[in-house]
């Protein structure tokens, strides 16, 4: 399986990155050796001095597709969680200067935090979402904030790869993204319901 990573997917993160927002969606992958094992903690990689959380909801495909009409998206994803993609800031400011791919920055082992759970996104009358840091919010949004919806990105992003079942899209992160330190406890809500929670050692 493949993790399809959306970025600056939300104006007011596009504007904390100093920048606006994009014209066409734009992604990177991570590896499924990114993902971090179930109940791990997080441990901060030591070639970076400023690993960011972005807390982002996360599609799950079900369903294999190549160049998905717009109008078909939604028969390719019925699940949705909440995850996040730790990045290493200082390094991907690096690889951003000199026009490098961004992988070393993004799709190191234990990268990528996936819910346990997914949730039924018909289920879900609204879908609002927020990580806490230590037990004070520090991300929050609503999936109608998105700048390219679900749907928008499936049908880009199986123009250039075919989507296979058990594939995940990272949505984007909104604003408020920030370091991580050792200590800290990171935890995820999805209207208000805990669905995960990650130690930083
Ligand atoms: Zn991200």
């Known amino acids: 399986m493949k993790i399809i990573c959306i970025g600056k997917n939300y104006l007011e993160h596009a504007k904390e990155m100093g920048d606006i927002a994009p014209e066409k969606p734009i992604f990177f992958l991570k590896p499924d050796s990114a993902i971090l094992p179930k109940r791990n903690p997080f441990y901060i990689p030591n ?8 807390v982002e909801l996360i599609i799950k495909i079900k369903k294999l597709g ?22 290493a800031r200082d390094i991907q400011k690096k690889c ?5 791919p961004w992988e070393i920055a993004k799709a ?32 929050k949004s609503n999936i109608k904030e998105m700048i390219f919806s679900i749907d928008e990105i499936i ?14 899209i990272f949505t984007g992160t909104p604003s408020g993204v920030g370091p991580v330190n050792i200590g800290d406890r990171l935890e995820g809500f999805i209207n208000d319901k805990k669905i995960f929670n990650v130690n930083i050692k």
């Open 66 to 87: 190549k160049c998905i009409n717009l109008n078909f998206a939604k028969e390719y994803y019925s699940e949705i969680g909440l995850g996040i993609d730790f990045t």
């Open 47 to 54: 070639f970076s001095n400023e690993v960011h959380h972005e």
């Open 96 to 100: 951003k200067e000199k026009g490098h």
């Open 108 to 139: 190191f082992d234990q990268s990528a935090v996936i819910s346990d759970s997914f949730i039924d996104i018909n289920s879900l009358r609204d879908i609002n979402f927020h990580l806490d840091k230590n037990g004070e919010t520090v991300q």
């Open 155 to 168: 049908h880009y992003v199986s123009k250039y790869m075919t989507l296979k079942i058990g594939d995940l």
